[in-house]
């Protein structure tokens, strides 16, 4: 049985032996920290012990014994070394990357140009992992879309720790891989020169002429055969941190993903301009020319922190009241929704408070997304207009005041820049994960506090509790006895106090466990 809340079966479910212990004991108390400390997991420990008199299915056995799935697996993949694969179209780039993470995952095509944005991969060799970033071809003189696409190229080298250069030997060196060169040695990063598409060894020579480019030695590959790529790779991984010196560009597989939304006009397009600056990115007119053309990559100025701002495409071309375009709304805000790791709902202070803001900020809920709320057009803002819009906010939005909230206008630029905090810390709460003992530990003095009330002669016990999943933030309390909605809400109140998580949605569901009969 694995149902949230059920009431209570046969006989048995008062008699709980485990009890908390902490907080009422002045020898040893439990003082909530950023560290479980010895007692913590004996505690832990001791409770775990307690549970095997219950029936737990073999899910909720998992949960208890090992937390939720993937504990501890988040710092190794956010401090990875990040190496960006560039060159000029059609040298092979994606082949490369393809034959590197050993899947055909990255686009290959014999059109010039087919990578277009940024893509980031999981890859790793002899034991070491790294994230492998996939880029657009380099052309320096480039103008329209092939200039945007150097330039994305340029970012993902200032991301990168090593770069990996590839010029097609077939071609040689043309006057575009000279420039390319000029770029790469400002940068200053460790380049790994790659001679590509060395199907054999009569082309081997074609490749010593790349000694040329003054990047050391050309590593002769073919990324179609695999021939050489091995001895190149080691090569990249004599220059390799153990750590990226550009910590968070890339965690989990690319730039943290956000979505602008909110209701008709109240200023999607205007701060999606601002924030995009003169920065304009990998997005052009032209049908189909990303991979996936409705989102835009975003660098922002003050962090130099790049953002995939999802389903751009929706905001920048507009349904207006048409028939059916609340409908179209709501869908939209949906599929953002569904790509997106954090939204940010605007909501136009020059108005009162709608229905449909309340339904937006909702939705965000509803998916389990972070969420940051950013009052805008602030500067129509007046002293009469604040006093109420303070306490529609109260009135209506009591049920998210953990979200951060920004004052900007998007008109002026005013605040616009602590948006990005805001989006840090709310992605900081999603991820969060509180160790198993420390969370029993705290939970267990809040209990010894405020018990739950006593129902029908029965108080119900929280046995043992754990954090089932992160992104959102996901608890499960084994219970010996129905917890009631209020004392829900309770525990949330205390955990947000306590563990922070400003910013996000949390779930807490309860388990009810029978206890094993006595034979
Ligand atoms: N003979 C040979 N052909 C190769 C090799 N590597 C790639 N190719 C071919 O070169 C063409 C371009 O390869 P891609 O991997 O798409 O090149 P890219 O650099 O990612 O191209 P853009 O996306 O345009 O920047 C394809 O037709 C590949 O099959 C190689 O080692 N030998
Ligand atoms: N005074 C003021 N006007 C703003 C601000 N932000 C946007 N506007 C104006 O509000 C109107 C709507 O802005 P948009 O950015 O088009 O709003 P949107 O949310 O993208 O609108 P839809 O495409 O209809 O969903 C425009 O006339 C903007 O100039 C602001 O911060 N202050």
């Not at 970033?133 to 480039?142: F, I, K, L, R, S």
């Not at 609340?326 to 790791?341: G, I, M, P, V, W």
């Not at 006093?387 to 009591?398: G, K, N, Q, S």
């Amino acid at each position: 049985m694995s149902t949230d809340e059920q009431q209570p079966v046969g006989p048995g479910t008062d008699e709980v032996e485990v009890v908390w212990t902490g907080g009422d004991d002045p020898d040893h108390p439990v003082r909530p920290g950023p560290d479980p400390t010895e007692d913590d997991e004996q505690l832990e420990n001791a409770l775990r012990a307690g549970l095997e008199e219950f029936e737990l299915s073999d899910e909720d056995r998992d949960l208890v014994e090992r937390g939720g799935p993937g504990e501890g697996d988040e710092e190794d993949e956010e401090s990875r070394p990040v190496v960006a694969v560039v060159g000029r179209p059609n040298v092979g780039k994606s082949s490369l990357v393809n034959r590197i993470i050993g899947r055909r995952e990255a686009v290959v095509e014999d059109v010039p140009g087919v990578t277009r944005d940024r893509v980031a991969y999981d890859a790793d060799w002899a034991g070491r992992r790294f994230t492998l970033v996939d880029t657009g071809g380099w052309e320096v003189d480039a103008t329209g879309i092939h200039l945007r696409v150097a330039e994305q190229a340029e970012v993902a080298v200032q991301l990168a720790d090593v770069v990996i250069f590839v010029v097609d030997a077939t071609v040689g060196a043309t006057d575009t891989d000279e420039q390319v060169v000029r770029l790469l040695r400002r940068s200053r990063k460790p380049v790994v020169l790659v001679a590509n598409k060395v199907d054999d060894q009569r082309m081997e020579g074609e490749a010593a002429s790349l000694w040329s480019l003054g990047l050391g030695q050309p590593w002769p590959v073919s990324a179609l055969h695999g021939r050489g790529s091995g001895d190149a790779l080691d090569a990249v991984l004599d220059v390799l941190p153990d750590t990226s010196s550009v910590f968070g560009a890339y965690q989990r597989g690319g730039p943290r993903r956000v979505a602008l939304l909110g209701r008709p006009n109240v200023g999607k397009s205007s701060l999606l301009n601002k924030l995009a600056g003169e920065e304009r990115v990998v997005v052009d007119e032209v049908a189909g020319t990303t991979r996936d053309p409705v989102d835009e990559l975003i660098q922002l100025a003050d962090s130099g922190k790049v953002w995939r701002f999802v389903d751009t495409a929706g905001i920048r071309r507009r349904v207006h009241q048409t028939r059916g375009a609340d409908f179209y709304a709501s869908l939209r805000t949906q599929t953002a929704l569904e790509k997106a790791e954090v939204a940010v709902v605007l909501i136009d202070v020059s108005e009162p408070i709608a229905e449909q803001d309340i339904r937006v900020v909702q939705q965000v809920v509803d998916a389990g997304r972070a969420l940051v709320i950013a009052y805008n057009k602030w500067d129509l803002m007046d002293e009469e207009r604040q006093y109420y819009l303070e306490r529609e906010i109260e009135r209506e939005l009591v049920q998210i005041q953990w979200a951060p909230r920004v004052n900007i206008s998007a008109a002026t630029g005013r605040h616009v820049a602590r948006l990005e905090p805001a989006l840090e810390l709310a992605l900081a709460s999603w991820d969060r994960r509180v160790p198993t003992s420390r969370l029993n530990a705290f939970l267990g003095e809040v209990v010894a506090g405020h018990p739950h009330p006593v129902r029908s002669g029965k108080q119900p016990r929280i046995l043992f509790a754990t954090q089932a999943d992160t992104r959102p933030p996901r608890f499960v309390l084994f219970a010996s006895g129905f917890i009631e909605a209020g004392y829900r809400r309770f525990l949330e109140r205390r955990l947000r106090e306590e563990f922070g998580f400003e910013g996000t949605p949390i779930e807490i569901s309860v388990r009810v466990r029978e206890r094993r009969s006595r034979r």
